[in-house]
Each structure stands twice: as C-alpha cells, then as structure tokens.
C-alpha cells in the first residue's frame, strides 16, 4: 500500500558527496518520522539520521555522521532527502529510507522500508 523509493547510491572517494533521495507514494494520509539507516557487512543496521513530524521538527544523527550529513523532508512531496558531505570509507554501506505512516485505509501508523541503496566510498 505505500512504497519508498530511493535514489542517489553510488561509488565515490572519500571527501566526496552524495545525497540520497527517497519518495515515499500510495494511499498516503499522514507521515510520521522519516528516517535513514544504514548496515555495512558484518554490522547490524543502524540509525543515520531521523526527521520528525511537527510544528518544531525534531532531527537527530548518529555521532559518526554529525556535522557532514543533513536530513531534510518535502511534506508536500513526500520525500526524505540525505545530503552526505566528506564521506569517509567507514560511511561504506547499504542505505535504507525507512518511514512511519498511515493510510487512507488504516489510520494505525506502520513502519514500511525502502529496499536500500549501496553507498561506497573508497580510494
């Protein structure tokens, strides 16, 4: 009932940039937090960055990525947004565009994930 779709993956040297981008469609009625997470080989998923809903928008990092990657949302769109500047070899991993929503036909918020995108950084 509702997708995410992502974008912006890809191979860089560190010091590079990359943003990643991830729609989010069905039969959307309201999105909750959006968020990104990221699991390299060998290591379990972890939060990157979330964005919150709400008339003072909440948005916290991981300590890793703090001061290089920002997170930003479209509402209207329906789009979360990861611009991930200075990219160091340990930021190597698959990213994943995760989202809380409700549906026109379920007013109960679920969790529903995008299917990843690899991001590597390497010399």
């Known amino acids: 009932q509702v997708s995410l779709v992502e974008s912006g993956g890809g191979l860089v040297q560190p010091g590079n940039s990359l943003r990643l981008s991830c729609a989010a469609s069905?039969?959307?009625?309201?999105?909750?937090?959006m968020s990104w997470y990221r699991q390299a080989p060998g290591k379990q998923r972890e939060l990157v960055a979330r964005?919150?809903?709400?008339?003072?928008?909440?948005?916290n990092y991981v300590d890793s990525v703090k001061g290089r990657f920002t997170i930003s949302r479209d509402n209207a769109k329906s789009t979360v947004d990861l611009q991930m500047n200075s990219l160091k070899v340990e930021d190597t991993a698959v990213y994943y565009c995760?989202?809380?929503?409700?549906?026109?036909?379920?007013?109960?918020?679920?969790?529903?994930w995008g299917q990843g995108t690899q991001v590597t950084v390497s010399a």
């Open positions: 069905g039969s959307i009625f309201k999105i909750y937090n």
């Open positions: 964005i919150a809903t709400g008339a003072s928008t909440d948005i």
């Open positions: 995760n989202a809380i929503v409700s549906t026109l036909r379920d007013s109960v918020p679920r969790v529903y």
